[in-house]
């Protein structure tokens, strides 16, 4: 079992910033990679970005990529979001999750991952 916790989400300001946490622990020698997908209100939850643990990889979304960075902390077991100049329209529930099965499935879906964190929340004032 792996569990997830995310922190660090708020309201923002447009053109802000802010950093999402994602600590794991219990079976974290288990995890091939991690990601943070987020869901707006009624939309389906979308991929944001993932890193691969092992060689530190990463993916991201086209509209994200140069806003968004995702970084992680093998020591700490711990995966970061840092989110620039955020828009009203990232306001979602952001949340994190963990692959510890590296099946053939793409990185940025959602059927990847086993684990998922509880989410949190961020909004994003025009």
């Known amino acids: 079992q792996v569990q997830l916790v995310e922190s660090g989400g708020g309201l923002v300001q447009s053109g802000g910033s802010l950093r999402l946490s994602c600590a794991a622990s219990?079976?974290?020698?288990?995890?091939?990679?991690m990601a943070w997908f987020r869901q707006a209100p009624g939309k389906e939850r979308e991929f944001v970005a993932a890193?691969?643990?092992?060689?530190?990889?990463?993916y991201y979304v086209d509209s994200m990529k140069g806003r968004f960075t995702i970084s992680g902390d093998n020591a700490k077991n711990t995966v970061y979001l840092q989110m620039n100049s955020l828009r009203p329209e990232d306001t979602a529930v952001y949340y994190c999750?963990?692959?510890?099965?590296?099946?053939?499935?793409?990185?940025?879906?959602?059927?990847?991952?086993?684990?998922w964190g509880q989410g949190t929340q961020v909004t994003v004032s025009s």
């Open positions: 219990g079976r974290t020698f288990s995890i091939f990679a």
């Open positions: 999750a963990a692959d510890t099965r590296a099946p053939g499935l793409s990185i940025r879906s959602t059927t990847r991952y086993d684990y």
């Open positions: 890193i691969t643990w092992r060689n530190g990889g990463t």
